[in-house]
């Protein structure tokens, strides 16, 4: 099977021949320091653990550098519609016509990326920004419904020429919304002015018969995952969680096949020794291979503090835990 095929089957309770192993992408200044350590030169991290290519692809949903100012009345609302235009072809990725027309793009799994999350989207890069939304939550709600609903409009639009152009396996809507101890807005507010922006772009992927919709959490987003699942959701993919929070395991067994899940292995613990590496993969994976719907993956970028030999480690008990053989 290739990485699509692991994938679609995979996600669907499948019999894959087995699971994908995917990684979230090893930055230039982790293969830097890993080859001082003794990767060896010329091959990639891929083709050194049989990891499955996926093809990620993300249009650009940021408004239009010419927009300066986030709406904080009305009359910056046509601001932020003229700078949400779906037909600016930079839009979409670069080498998207020959990525389209490519013989090979279907032999890796497609994600597309279709909403950066309730704040990002209002433009919250910094507390300033955060303070003022809060406000406007509260005070003019109406207005913020209004920027989502433009929002929506344009991320719909842009993400019907994507799906028109190629079949994604599976949707990500990414929400950084939250911090250890919870969402930073009740899963009531969640609903109220997050679903604006979603549901237009639910529907389409409906529409177009994408099957994974993965809702993308940072952090303690439990609470929201209802919500989530009420919308249409069927896939969570945990990021960045703390010990203790966002238990996998759990989940499963509240919410059952209703809910695959991506990711579930502490990333922190990869800095650790062997014996604390090998506790958290057979004590998370295992049970979760075997009930199906599920991708073993750590739960966060590979930092340059992670040593060499624990990623040699990690990735050979993985493969041994898959196959059975450990």
Same mark, same amino acid.
């Given at each position: 099977?290739?990485?699509? %095929?692991?994938?679609?089957?995979?996600?669907? &309770?499948? %019999?894959?021949?087995?699971?994908?192993?995917?990684?979230?992408?090893?930055?230039?200044? /982790?293969?830097?320091?890993?080859?001082? %350590?003794?990767?060896?030169?010329?091959?990639?991290?891929?083709?050194?653990?049989?990891?499955?290519?996926?093809?990620?692809? *993300?249009?650009?949903?940021?408004?239009?550098?010419?927009?300066?100012?986030?709406?904080?009345? +009305?009359?910056?609302?046509?601001?932020?519609?003229?700078?949400?235009?779906?037909?600016?072809?930079?839009?979409?990725?670069?080498?998207?016509?020959?990525?389209?027309?490519?013989?090979?793009?279907?032999?890796?799994?497609?994600?597309?990326?279709?909403?950066?999350?309730?704040? %990002?989207?209002?433009?919250?890069?910094?507390?300033? +920004?955060?303070?003022?939304?809060?406000?406007?939550?509260?005070?003019?709600?109406?207005?913020? *419904?209004?920027?989502?609903?433009? *929002?929506?409009?344009?991320?719909?639009?842009?993400?019907?020429?994507?799906?028109?152009?190629?079949?994604?396996?599976?949707?990500?809507?990414?929400?950084?919304?939250?911090?250890?101890?919870?969402?930073?807005?009740?899963?009531?507010?969640?609903? *109220?002015?997050?679903?604006?922006?979603?549901?237009?772009?639910?529907?389409?992927?409906?529409?177009?018969?994408?099957?994974?919709?993965? &809702?993308?959490?940072?952090?303690?987003?439990?609470?929201?995952?209802? /919500?989530?699942?009420?919308?249409?959701?069927?896939?969570?993919?945990?990021?960045?969680? =703390?010990?203790?929070?966002?238990?996998?395991?759990?989940?499963?067994?509240? =919410?059952?096949?209703?809910?695959?899940?991506?990711?579930?292995?502490?990333?922190?613990?990869?800095?650790?020794?062997?014996?604390?590496?090998?506790?958290? /993969?057979?004590?998370?994976?295992?049970?979760?291979?075997?009930?199906?719907?599920?991708?073993?993956?750590?739960?966060?970028?590979? +930092?340059?503090?992670?040593?060499?030999?624990?990623?040699?480690? =990690?990735?050979?008990?993985?493969?041994?835990? /898959?196959?059975?053989?450990?």
């Amino acid at each position: 099977m290739n990485s699509r %095929q692991r994938f679609r089957e995979t996600m669907s &309770f499948g %019999q894959p021949d087995r699971v994908p192993f995917f990684e979230e992408g090893i930055r230039d200044d /982790v293969l830097k320091a890993w080859k001082k %350590q003794g990767m060896p030169s010329g091959v990639s991290v891929e083709e050194l653990f049989s990891i499955d290519r996926r093809a990620d692809i *993300q249009p650009e949903l940021e408004p239009h550098p010419d927009l300066t100012k986030w709406p904080t009345e +009305r009359s910056d609302l046509a601001a932020l519609e003229r700078g949400l235009d779906a037909n600016d072809p930079w839009r979409l990725p670069a080498g998207w016509t020959e990525f389209v027309h490519s013989p090979s793009r279907y032999e890796n799994a497609i994600t597309l990326r279709v909403h950066r999350g309730l704040f %990002q989207t209002l433009g919250v890069a910094g507390w300033k +920004r955060f303070e003022e939304l809060i406000y406007l939550f509260k005070d003019d709600p109406e207005l913020v *419904q209004a920027a989502l609903e433009i *929002q929506a409009h344009f991320a719909a639009q842009l993400m019907q020429k994507v799906l028109s152009d190629v079949e994604v396996d599976a949707a990500i809507f990414s929400e950084p919304i939250s911090d250890n101890n919870g969402p930073l807005i009740s899963p009531q507010m969640f609903e *109220q002015f997050a679903k604006i922006s979603y549901r237009p772009v639910l529907d389409l992927l409906n529409r177009y018969g994408v099957e994974t919709i993965i &809702f993308r959490t940072y952090a303690n987003a439990g609470i929201l995952v209802p /919500v989530a699942l009420k919308w249409g959701f069927n896939c969570l993919w945990a990021c960045e969680v =703390y010990p203790g929070t966002m238990d996998y395991e759990v989940m499963r067994r509240e =919410y059952g096949r209703d809910l695959r899940l991506i990711g579930g292995i502490d990333v922190d613990v990869l800095r650790q020794d062997e014996e604390t590496i090998r506790r958290e /993969v057979e004590l998370k994976v295992p049970s979760l291979l075997e009930e199906g719907g599920f991708v073993p993956l750590a739960d966060g970028r590979i +930092r340059d503090y992670v040593p060499y030999e624990n990623y040699v480690f =990690y990735r050979s008990l993985l493969t041994k835990v /898959v196959s059975g053989d450990f």
